[in-house]
């Protein structure tokens, strides 16, 4: 899994800081972000959600809960368009420079790393 790969290269964070609805993020991890259709990943639907609350024990108040349906959508839609190449970010991670890229992929594959001209 992605993730998974991310985190071996020491990426954790998939999410810009959240503040106060940090929560909502892990409901909807615990939810499961999508669902699995004959033709990949889907949106989550009312009907999964309403299963794992109650499975859960969890109960989303409507606006909560229609904001983790609204977010396993909209992670659908960058998922989709994501795929091409170039695609923007899902969110702002500020200013990066070549530099930073260099440095990172230097983290990554050691020092051995060439170095951009």
């Known amino acids: 899994m992605r993730i998974d790969q991310l985190r ?11 503040g106060e609805i940090e929560y909502l993020a892990n409901h909807w991890r615990n939810a499961g972000y999508v669902m699995a259709s004959g033709m990949g990943p889907a949106p989550l639907t009312s009907q999964e959600l309403i299963a794992w609350q109650e499975g ?3 109960s989303l108040n409507p606006w909560e809960f229609s904001t983790v349906l609204s977010m396993s959508r909209k992670y659908i839609t ?19 420079t070549s530099s930073d ?17």
């Not at 071996?8 to 959240?18: A, D, F, N, Q, T």
């Not at 890229?101 to 001209?117: E, H, N, P, Q, Y």
């Open 8 to 18: 071996k290269y020491g990426i954790s964070k998939l999410l810009p800081p959240l």
């Open 101 to 117: 890229v260099d440095d990172s992929i230097r983290a990554i594959f050691g020092s051995g790393a060439r170095k951009a001209k």
């Open 56 to 58: 859960s024990g969890i």
């Open 78 to 96: 960058r998922f989709i368009n994501g795929a091409e190449y170039g695609a923007q970010a899902p969110f702002d991670i500020g200013h990066i």
